[in-house]
């Protein structure tokens, strides 16, 4: 009797972690004979829907206006990781937590994006290069900040996102090559709009008056550098701590100097640490979308990075 009721309370609590599974992370999912696909940033989540369309499970693990960064994974996340036969992952730092859970899972097929670029001999950017720390500002003892991995934001350049919905694509079609014509039909689709978002970006940037621009965050070098603009400087170079005193009468005097009459901020962070440099310069405030946490799963990767190119032009015109 005793033996029965033991199995009796194992299935009961096996039963348990299964519906736990349905708590906490990002979209649902229901797998029925679909391949699942996994990822945990907004740009990829995008491509991967659009080219999957109702052939694939497409999830996003961080629910709206979670960081990458931060995130810490659910059980429901873990069971998902454990089904998938896709994951798309960033790499440099951002969701070292995703590609942790990668390596449990060893019958999925691996995208890390940031591999995609080093394998076209594209070097990474560094947060340092639109640093304005003061080296006064470190703290006796404390270690200068590991930058080796690079500035992860690499899907703000169209044509990096464009690299990954290829890999996307071929993965697709390798993993489920039964509906490889729909995975190609719609990845056309999504790469032309893609090539067009690039070539107007670069029409825009010829006629831009001011190069330099002050982002929120580190997150716009790679878009930068792609269309000749030059993101000098951060207000917040790790989002969520704000500046110290020395950082901002460094931006302000940037303002100054380089007659910048407008600075950068995201919807996601408060813009109290812009008060001062408001305050002190006069500055106006516009709003860029880093693609890092995103608000509406209904928005796409296209519709925000427009956004992106309307705000540049009336700023840097």
């Not at 951002?94 to 590609?99: A, P």
């Not at 640093?131 to 899907?155: F, L, M, Q, R, Y």
């Not at 067009?196 to 008056?209: G, H, I, N, V």
């Amino acid at each position: 009797m005793k033996g029965i009721l033991a199995v009796l309370l194992g299935a009961v609590a096996m039963m348990g972690v299964l519906l736990m599974g349905g708590c906490g992370g990002g979209a649902s999912q229901n797998p029925g004979d679909k391949p699942t696909a996994v990822t945990a940033i907004f740009s990829y989540y995008d491509a991967l829907r659009a080219i999957g369309g109702d052939d694939v499970n497409v999830v996003i693990l961080l629910p709206p206006g979670s960081s990458p960064h931060e995130y810490e994974p659910t059980l429901k996340d873990k069971v998902t990781m454990s089904r998938a036969k896709l994951m798309v992952a960033n790499g440099l730092n951002i969701d070292n937590w995703f590609l942790k859970m990668t390596g449990e899972n060893s019958d999925a097929v691996v995208i890390n994006v940031s591999d995609l670029l080093t394998a076209k001999g594209i070097q990474p950017l560094h947060t340092e290069e639109v640093s304005v720390t003061d080296p006064k500002d470190k703290k006796a003892g404390e270690p200068a900040e590991d930058v080796s991995a690079g500035n992860p934001h690499i899907w703000l350049d169209p044509r990096v996102q464009g690299m990954a919905a290829a890999a996307i694509r071929d993965a697709l079609i390798k993993i489920d090559p039964a509906h490889a014509e729909g995975y190609k039909t719609r990845a056309d689709v999504y790469l032309k709009q893609l090539d067009q978002l690039d070539a107007d970006f670069t029409a825009a940037a010829s006629t831009f008056k001011q190069k330099d621009f002050i982002g929120f965050h580190s997150a716009y070098a790679y878009l930068a550098r792609r269309y000749g603009l030059n993101q000098v400087a951060s207000v917040e170079e790790i989002p969520g701590e704000g500046p110290t005193i020395s950082q901002t009468l460094n931006i302000i005097k940037l303002i100054k100097d380089k007659n910048i009459h407008v600075v950068f901020t995201e919807n996601a962070f408060p813009a109290k640490a812009m008060d001062m440099i408001v305050r002190e310069t006069g500055v106006s405030t516009s709003v860029l979308q880093p693609l890092e946490t995103y608000d509406d799963a209904s928005q796409t990767y296209v519709s925000l990075m427009r956004q992106n190119l309307e705000a540049f032009k009336k700023v840097l015109n």
